[in-house]
């Protein structure tokens, strides 16, 4: 049981590249999410998905899309990477939505030069 | 407008001492959570609070809910180096909202 894995664990784009970076679960956790981290503003959501099939917008979803064709899997896409982008991605599972206990990844490190 | 105001932002003791961290909001939440991040990984859950006026103990660790819900304390005894580590808070509205939204944390850093 590897719980929430994410890779890659760091990557320098540049402004402009697009990239995928993987979120995959192994808890069968129909509520998956992502976060970004940056010094001085907390964790703050991009965008959450409540099952395969379902996404929805966070506080933050600007420049980022995301898709969920499997339970298992919720990848985030940077279409054309912004060095406003340059952040610690991390996602997020638990069984459902209202669930309280709530598994994050190890993280992603993006710098966008 | 931070909704989450987290107190103090950096504190750094020595090995066996007390230390109590803030979590402190004008508005109500519906429940309250607390988590522990080391440097290079995710946030890790602690506790959830979900009751006003609940205490909950994690073995040194005691988390307190204030009696309007809009508050959170957590409070450690004889802090070690080992609870070194970046504290987060992080509460849901409630309702339909199942959002959380976090505070931008308490960096402790215990000295051996």
């Known amino acids: 049981n590897a719980g929430v894995t994410q890779t890659?664990?760091?990557?320098?784009?540049?402004?402009g590249q697009s990239m995928t970076l993987q979120c995959a679960q192994d808890m069968n956790h129909e509520y998956m999410s992502w976060y970004r981290q940056d010094p001085g503003m907390g964790l703050r959501l991009i965008h959450?998905?409540?099952?395969?099939?379902?996404?929805?917008?966070?506080?933050?979803?600007n420049g980022y899309?995301?898709?969920?064709?499997?339970?298992?899997?919720?990848?985030?896409?940077?279409l054309s990477a912004a060095p406003?982008?340059?952040?610690?991605y991390f996602c997020a599972s638990k069984l459902q939505v209202g669930s309280y206990e709530q598994?994050?990844?190890?993280?992603?490190?993006?710098?966008?030069? | 407008t931070q909704l989450l105001e987290q107190s103090p932002q950096f504190l750094s003791i020595q090995e066996g001492e007390n230390l109590t961290v803030y979590c402190n909001s004008s508005s109500v939440f519906s429940s309250l959570q607390w988590y522990?991040?080391?440097?290079?990984?995710?946030?890790?859950l602690l506790v959830t609070v979900v009751t006003g006026g609940e205490v909950k103990k994690l073995k040194r660790l005691t988390?307190?809910?204030?009696?309007?819900?809009?508050?959170?304390?957590?409070?450690?005894?004889?802090?070690?180096?080992?609870?070194?580590?970046?504290?987060?808070?992080?509460?849901?509205r409630g309702g339909s909202?199942?959002?959380?939204?976090?505070?931008k944390g308490t960096l402790l850093t215990v000295n051996p």
């Open chain 1, 8 to 15: 890659p664990k760091f990557q320098v784009l540049k402004t």
């Open chain 1, 48 to 61: 959450y998905s409540v099952g395969a099939g379902i996404t929805d917008q966070g506080e933050v979803p």
């Open chain 1, 65 to 78: 899309n995301v898709s969920r064709s499997t339970t298992e899997d919720f990848p985030l896409r940077l």
């Open chain 1, 84 to 88: 406003s982008q340059t952040s610690v």
């Open chain 1, 103 to 113: 598994y994050f990844g190890p993280g992603t490190r993006l710098t966008v030069t």
């Open chain 2, 36 to 44: 522990r991040q080391e440097p290079g990984e995710g946030p890790v």
């Open chain 2, 63 to 92: 988390f307190q809910f204030g009696d309007a819900r809009k508050d959170s304390s957590l409070h450690i005894t004889a802090a070690q180096p080992g609870d070194t580590g970046l504290y987060l808070c992080a509460g849901r």
């Open chain 2, 97 to 103: 909202n199942y959002k959380l939204t976090f505070g």
